[in-house]
C-alpha cells in the first residue's frame, strides 16, 4: 500500500512538473513537446529500478516503445479532428484515448506477444 | 516564432488545474505500477506513454485561449480549437523522442550503470524531440507553399 502512495506522490510531483514547463514555454507547438514528456515513465522506472532491478525495467521500456508509437497515432488524430472540426478539446481528446487502447494492445499482440 | 518563456501563464492557472494534473499524474503512475504487479511488465510498460493527463493539458490550453479572446470581446472558439491541434502536434513530435527515449532505455540498462542509462535516456528524448519540431518548423512554411501553389496544366 505504502509503494502504491509513494508512486502516486511522485508520479503526481513529476508529471506536474513536466506541465509547468509546458505551460511556460512558446511556441504552442514546441510547448506540446512537453505533452509526451517522459513523466510518467521516470517516475516508474526510476522506483522500479530500486524495487525489481534493471530486467525488469528493460521489460517494461520495450512495451512502451509500443505505447509511445500509440501515443503518436492518438496525438496526430487529436491534431487533426481539432483543426477541422473545431469541436471542444475534452470529449475530442477523452474518446481519442480509446483509440491509444486499440493501437497500443494491437501493436503489443501482433509484435510483442 | 522563437522558443521564450512566458511566466504569465503560472499566475493564469488556477490551484485546482494544477491539482488536477497532480491527481490524473499520480494515478496513471500508481495504476501502471498496479497493472505491471498483475498483468507483468510487457503489459505494465504499455502504460508509461498513456497520454495520461492530455486531456487536461488540452482543455486548460483551450480555457486559457477562450479567455484571451473573451477579453476582446470575441468567442475564440475555433482559436481555442487551433491553439489545442497545435500542441497536439507538438505532442505528436514529442512521442516520436518518447518512443527513442523507451528504445534507449530498452537496450541500454540492462548492460549499463541504470541511472546513467536513465539520464541518457532523457538527453536522446529532449534531443531528438527538439530536432525534429525545428526540422518541422523549417518545413512547414514550404509545405504551406506548395499546397496554395495553383495546379499547372497538363
Known amino acids: 500500500m505504502s509503494e502504491i502512495v509513494l508512486r502516486f506522490l511522485i508520479g503526481g510531483a513529476v508529471v506536474s512538473a513536466f506541465a509547468l514547463l509546458g505551460d511556460l514555454f512558446k511556441p504552442k507547438s514546441f510547448a506540446g513537446l512537453f505533452g509526451a514528456a517522459p513523466s510518467v515513465a521516470l517516475a516508474t522506472l526510476a522506483l522500479t529500478l530500486s524495487l525489481e532491478g534493471a530486467r525488469y525495467v528493460a521489460t517494461e521500456a520495450r512495451s512502451m516503445v509500443v505505447g509511445a508509437i500509440a501515443f503518436f497515432v492518438y496525438a496526430s488524430v487529436v491534431s487533426w479532428v481539432m483543426m477541422h472540426y473545431k469541436w471542444r478539446a475534452l470529449p475530442v481528446t477523452a474518446s481519442s484515448i480509446l483509440l491509444w487502447f486499440g493501437v497500443a494492445f494491437g501493436l503489443w499482440c501482433v509484435c510483442l506477444r | ?154
Do not use: C
Request: net charge positive; proline share 5%; charged share 20%.
Open chain 2, 1 to 154: 516564432m522563437k522558443i521564450h518563456v512566458e511566466l504569465d501563464v503560472v499566475r493564469q492557472t488556477k490551484w485546482y488545474e494544477y491539482a488536477l494534473r497532480f491527481l490524473f499524474g499520480g494515478l496513471i503512475t500508481a495504476t501502471a505500477g498496479i497493472i505491471a504487479k498483475k498483468f507483468g511488465p510487457e503489459i505494465g510498460g504499455l502504460f508509461l506513454a498513456f497520454p495520461a493527463i492530455f486531456p487536461a493539458s488540452a482543455t486548460l490550453i483551450e480555457n486559457h485561449e477562450r479567455e484571451r479572446k473573451a477579453r476582446l470581446g470575441l468567442k475564440g472558439t475555433k482559436r481555442a480549437a487551433q491553439a489545442v491541434s497545435v500542441a497536439a502536434a507538438g505532442a505528436a513530435i514529442g512521442s516520436i523522442g518518447l518512443a527513442a527515449f523507451a528504445l534507449a532505455v530498452w537496450k541500454t540498462i540492462p548492460n549499463h550503470s541504470p541511472w546513467l542509462a536513465l539520464l541518457g535516456a532523457i538527453l536522446v528524448w529532449m534531443t531528438l524531440s527538439v530536432l525534429l519540431w525545428q526540422i518541422r518548423k523549417r518545413f512547414a512554411p514550404l509545405r504551406r507553399r506548395i499546397k496554395r501553389a495553383p495546379v499547372p496544366n497538363e
